[in-house]
């Protein structure tokens, strides 16, 4: 993802910001890290490039 | 299964490719109608492949594209699919948008909305991420009145909602839009075999076939924020 | 002459249903769009006619329908196409509607928008008129991209504003609408001729005449009323 | 005309209400009289049942 791409996202829970942490690049992009929300605190995982924001009840559903 | 794994299922067998080239037919039509200034931001609801989002970039001179999916691999295929760097696909559900309010100017969503488990929700969250004036775009070819759609759900592990033309109209202005059009936009593209060759595997009859593409085809509604 | 000679002069010549047919394959695909509920009241904006008006009546379940022309003669005309009591005509100019405010749910305008003596000011009566909610379904065959379209003038001594698809989309947003469509609806009816037949009298190039009539067809810009 | 269509009739002047003056009727309809602003005093024809609503000067251009 672009870093742009916060611009527009919001944490699903509450709609606040979200702060990019941990964050890993490659050739401009960020590739890896977390999207954390200033208020609630939850965190989203940055998965090769793709930012997950499902709830976290939903995210957890996953298998792989 | 959680809509999540039947679509990363699809989405790993190349399922993804196969529904965009059925549905660009009707899509292209109704993509066409939307009001995109140059550097508008497009959100594609449920994008599966990302074409929509990838033809409004190459023919409308939108600004930034972002394609919300639930399965991981949908997204990870979608991002396959460009090197645009004003493209992005970002994991979410329908129903708790992970979008900031205002920050989209108009919002694409073909075959997916009725995948929502509680789409009313969808259109609400939709009028909070949409800038007053923007649009909804929201096309299906599994609502009420196309009777050959009807069995689709027997098909899939997941609940679709399946509402009527009405249904449609009265649940966008409960969320809070103004419905602006409502068209059923047919596919005149896919082939429709001669008479002789029915029944085929799926279509007893050719005027069944007719019917389904030629005049139900795809439903638009368009919401608009007031 | 004015506005309101000329167009008397169309009525009472009989163009006013030569009008009607050659409109009518374009009309009837915008006219299915609008979302017209039971009992919605329609305002046909140069009614001509007044075929919109009968149509919306007749599949729509349209609750009344008013039909505005500047012409007398086009208002008569109209009115004795009718016995339907909830049909009524009206005279007047497109620049000062005698229409009240938000009594209008949907507006409707083929080939005509484009004679008012100021077409800003006529969409600022239009958002007035207009419900919040409400739309004005703008349909045009003469404008900018459509260069067929473009010596349409020497043939009327009335003053016609020849908009792009771009400046009908600015003009409508200034005058307080927002835009939820944009459109090129083709013609797909008219008899096209074989290429031998050519050139017609008004036509040098079969492709020309496709390009006119399968391509260009009518625009419509769709507003609604925040 | 029927009397209904003045629900959503106006003066083209001055956007006030009209009313029905001298009215014919014929069958339920009204098909002569005049249609007067309440606020300004203006006075619209009701011609063969069809109400002439144009502003007075674009009226006045017409030869018939
Ligand atoms: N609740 C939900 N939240 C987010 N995405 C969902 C969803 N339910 C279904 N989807 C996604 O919606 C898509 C429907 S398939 C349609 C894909 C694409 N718009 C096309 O026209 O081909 C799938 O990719 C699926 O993963
Ligand atoms: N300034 C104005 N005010 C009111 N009516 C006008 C006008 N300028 C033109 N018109 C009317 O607009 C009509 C244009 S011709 C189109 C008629 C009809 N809508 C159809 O599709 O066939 C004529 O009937 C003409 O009298």
């Given at each position: 993802?672009?870093?742009?791409?916060l611009?527009?996202?919001?944490?699903?829970?509450?709609?606040?910001?979200?702060?990019?942490?941990?964050?890993?690049?490659?050739?401009?992009?960020?590739?890896?890290?977390?999207?954390?929300?200033?208020?609630?605190?939850?965190?989203?995982?940055?998965?090769?490039?793709?930012?997950?924001?499902?709830?976290?009840?939903?995210?957890?559903?996953?298998?792989? | 299964?959680?809509?999540?794994?039947?679509?990363?299922?699809?989405?790993?067998s190349?399922?993804?490719?196969?529904?965009?080239?059925?549905?660009?037919?009707?899509?292209?039509?109704?993509?066409?109608?939307?009001?995109?200034?140059?550097?508008?931001?497009?959100?594609?609801?449920?994008?599966?492949?990302?074409?929509?989002?990838?033809?409004?970039?190459?023919?409308?001179?939108?600004?930034?594209?972002?394609?919300?999916?639930?399965?991981?691999?949908?997204?990870?295929?979608?991002?396959?699919?460009?090197?645009?760097?004003?493209?992005?696909?970002v994991?979410?559900?329908f129903?708790?948008?992970?979008?900031?309010?205002?920050?989209?100017?108009?919002c694409?969503?073909?075959?997916?909305?009725?995948?929502?488990?509680?789409?009313?929700?969808?259109?609400?969250?939709l009028?909070?991420?949409?800038?007053?004036?923007?649009?909804?775009?929201?096309?299906?070819?599994?609502?009420?009145?196309?009777?050959?759609?009807h069995?689709?759900?027997?098909?899939?592990?997941?609940?679709?909602?399946?509402?009527?033309?009405?249904?449609?109209?009265?649940?966008?202005?409960?969320?809070?839009?103004?419905?602006?059009?409502?068209?059923?936009?047919?596919?005149?593209?896919?082939?429709?075999?001669?008479?002789?060759?029915?029944?085929?595997?799926?279509?007893?009859?050719?005027?069944?076939?007719v019917?389904?593409y030629?005049?139900?085809?795809?439903l638009?509604?368009?919401?608009?924020?007031?």
């Open positions: 993802m672009k870093e742009s791409l611009d527009i996202l919001c944490c699903p829970l509450d709609k606040n910001d979200l702060e990019l942490e941990d964050a890993a690049y490659d050739e401009g992009e960020v590739i890896g890290g977390a999207l954390v929300c200033t208020e609630c605190g939850e965190r989203y995982p940055i998965e090769d490039g793709i930012p997950n924001l499902l709830p976290p009840d939903m995210r957890e559903e996953t298998p792989a | 299964m959680s809509v999540r794994e039947e679509f990363d299922d699809w989405a790993t190349g399922r993804d490719r196969g529904m965009e080239e059925r549905h660009w037919n009707t899509a292209k039509q109704a993509l066409m109608r939307m009001p995109v200034e140059p550097d508008d931001t497009i959100l594609d609801l449920g994008c599966g492949s990302g074409y929509a989002g990838r033809a409004l970039r190459a023919t409308r001179e939108a600004g930034r594209v972002y394609g919300l999916d639930g399965s991981t691999e949908m997204a990870r295929n979608a991002t396959g699919y460009t090197d645009d760097e004003n493209v992005g696909y994991v979410g559900d129903d708790s948008l992970p979008i900031a309010d205002d920050s989209i100017d108009h694409w969503s073909m075959e997916a909305f009725y995948y929502a488990t509680d789409p009313v929700e969808t259109l609400r969250e009028t909070r991420v949409l800038r007053p004036g923007g649009t909804f775009y929201c096309a299906v070819n599994y609502y009420e009145e196309n009777v050959h759609s069995e689709w759900d027997q098909f899939i592990s997941v609940e679709m909602t399946r509402w009527s033309r009405r249904q449609y109209r009265d649940a966008f202005r409960d969320a809070g839009f103004h419905v602006a059009e409502q068209d059923n936009i047919p596919d005149r593209e896919v082939t429709i075999p001669d008479e002789a060759d029915f029944p085929l595997e799926e279509w007893d009859t050719r005027e069944e076939m019917e389904r030629r005049e139900f085809g795809t638009l509604t368009v919401g608009v924020v007031p």
